[in-house]
């Protein structure tokens, strides 16, 4: 678990603006947690670890524009990893360096970094390689701390499976489906015209054009600018003429162009959802209802360590 947690933590590191870098005038206490403060250029570069990949593509003015109008949902975020990581201490958890070190390492080796290129690039993010560490550490132990504290005690029994599944009759149908890519033509009036059209792209994706590209340029459909990918779509959610084309599919082909009322459409199968047996549907209803608990559980703590904390906020 820890493992994935680096991984998605550096990801986020390798991908953020500089704007740590930029010359702070006059730092100031954001918000006092028990006998720690939070300060404010501690709160922005929390935010620049945690800014998705179209606010990181931001220019830097309307980055900080759109921090600014956040600010306080952020800092409630670091309270509570402040307040994660004094339980931890009073618990006596915490991450080794050899566990710090091998995380850097890995890091490292895949990005295929050498020491000095991996130092220039942290540092080009607003870090030294102390404080790097030194984030890795304390993201390792709060993730150590919710695994002793929350994960292990959330449990799902047998008898709550088969209540799930009483009370979800259509619970395969739920689960099962398609994640799909789609070309996109609108229906204009002139059928020869789209089908002439739909026909050519076609032709270039079976050729070896990049599908992604093609749908950016050619397809109508919103999904366009993300390479017309859909993501994952239940059964039950297909209308008929889809379900019909994907049926006949198998992972990685690409449908010739076919008719609905409003277009033509071309989708790719990226993947099949199906299960083999009952078994492997009850571990996935298990898992998600585990995971239902477990988010309900970590509110409730995350609450219990605020009510017995000093919080003190003065954004």
Known sequence: MA?????SFCAIVFGC??????????????AIVNKEVITWSELYKTMEFEASEIVRAMKDDDRR????????IFLEKLIDMKLQLQEARKLGIQATDEEVNKAVAGIRKKYAMTDEVFQQAIKKEGFSLPEYKTKIFEQITIDRLID????????????????????????VKEHEGFDISHIF???????KQIEDRAGGIYK???????????AKKESEDTSAKGGGHLGFVKKSDLSANFLNVLLKMKKG????????????????????????DSRELREKVRQELLDDKFKNYYKDWSKSLREKAYIEIKL
């Open 204 to 214: 270039k994706i079976t050729v070896g054009e990049n599908f992604e590209e093609i």
């Open 148 to 171: 002793q504290e929350v994960r292990t005690k959330v449990v799902v029994t047998e008898g709550e499976v088969d209540k799930y599944f009483s009370e979800n009759k259509e619970a």
């Open 253 to 276: 082909d690409v449908s010739e162009p076919f008719w609905s009322d409003n277009g033509m459409h071309i989708i790719r199968l990226n993947e099949i959802k199906a299960f083999k």
């Open 17 to 30: 603006a500089a704007f740590a870098n930029s010359a702070i005038l006059l730092d100031r206490v954001m």
């Open 65 to 72: 524009r759109l921090f600014k109008e956040n600010e306080s």
């Open 3 to 7: 493992g994935k947690m680096i991984l």
């Open 185 to 191: 033509i609108r229906h204009t009036g002139d059928k």
